[in-house]
């Protein structure tokens, strides 16, 4: 058993079929997170996550984020206590593996006008943004250069965690915010673009 550092990349791998790995960590507080698999792209490894109440869920590596998982949000809101992260692969597999957990609240800060320029490097890694908002605040997102649009899924969250948009990387048409508080956006990578970078620079315009 290792400890889990909140936003470090957890980078080893399996020598023995039948091996597996875990990883704790201790949430002083409600959190949301995000687990972002890096390496590799196989399906038969999978990580089981488990809570104070038991096991919350469990993915493959192929599965779990960006545009190959757009109908289950990535993220998990949750509460204090004490938390396993388990790296179990399927069919006893051998083999060096990449992952992290993010604390979502620790997200890099949008500046409405302001370009953002950055690349999601490698390209299966997951870019976290956010920005504040008052309820009726109208905002539109401007993709103005990509490498990578057919790579890379984003998702807008609402405060709650609620999901507004859920696509591949594009132009946001104008919208009206419904609440107070902090919106979130995800940029997700590829798992099968690990060897790639993918630029792109967009702007938030009120």
């Given at each position: 058993?290792?400890?889990?550092?909140?936003?470090e990349?957890?980078?080893t791998?399996?020598?023995?079929?039948?091996?597996?790995?875990?990883?704790?960590?201790?949430?002083?507080?409600?959190?949301q997170?995000?687990?972002d698999?890096?390496t590799?792209?196989?399906?038969?490894?999978?990580?089981?996550?488990?809570?104070?109440?038991?096991q919350?869920t469990?993915?493959?590596?192929?599965?779990s984020?960006?545009?190959?998982?757009?109908?289950?949000?990535?993220?998990?809101?949750?509460?204090a206590?004490?938390?396993?992260?388990?790296?179990?692969?399927?069919?006893?597999?051998?083999g060096?593996?990449?992952?992290?957990?993010l604390?979502?609240?620790?997200?890099a800060?949008?500046?409405?006008?302001?370009?953002?320029v950055n690349?999601?490097?490698p390209?299966?890694e997951?870019d976290i943004?956010?920005?504040d908002?008052?309820?009726?605040d109208?905002?539109y997102?401007?993709?103005?250069?990509?490498?990578?649009?057919?790579?890379?899924w984003?998702?807008?969250?609402d405060?709650?965690?609620?999901?507004?948009?859920?696509?591949?990387?594009?132009?946001?048409?104008?919208?009206?915010?419904l609440?107070?508080g902090?919106?979130?956006?995800?940029?997700?990578?590829?798992?099968?673009?690990?060897?790639s970078?993918y630029?792109?620079q967009?702007?938030?315009?009120?």
């Amino acid at each position: 058993v290792a400890e889990l550092i909140l936003g470090e990349k957890i980078e080893t791998g399996f020598t023995h079929p039948g091996e597996q790995h875990s990883y704790q960590f201790t949430l002083d507080q409600e959190t949301q997170i995000y687990i972002d698999t890096l390496t590799p792209a196989d399906g038969n490894y999978r990580w089981y996550l488990y809570g104070p109440s038991g096991q919350i869920t469990n993915r493959t590596f192929t599965q779990s984020e960006g545009v190959r998982q757009t109908t289950t949000t990535p993220f998990y809101t949750l509460e204090a206590g004490d938390y396993e992260l388990i790296i179990n692969p399927d069919n006893a597999v051998v083999g060096n593996y990449a992952i992290r957990v993010l604390d979502m609240a620790n997200a890099a800060a949008i500046t409405i006008g302001t370009p953002l320029v950055n690349s999601i490097n490698p390209g299966s890694e997951t870019d976290i943004y956010q920005f504040d908002a008052t309820v009726g605040d109208r905002f539109y997102f401007d993709r103005q250069t990509s490498s990578s649009s057919g790579n890379v899924w984003m998702r807008l969250l609402d405060p709650f965690g609620n999901v507004l948009q859920n696509k591949y990387y594009n132009d946001v048409d104008t919208f009206t915010v419904l609440h107070d508080g902090r919106y979130t956006l995800l940029m997700e990578g590829d798992i099968y673009g690990s060897a790639s970078i993918y630029d792109y620079q967009f702007t938030v315009f009120a």
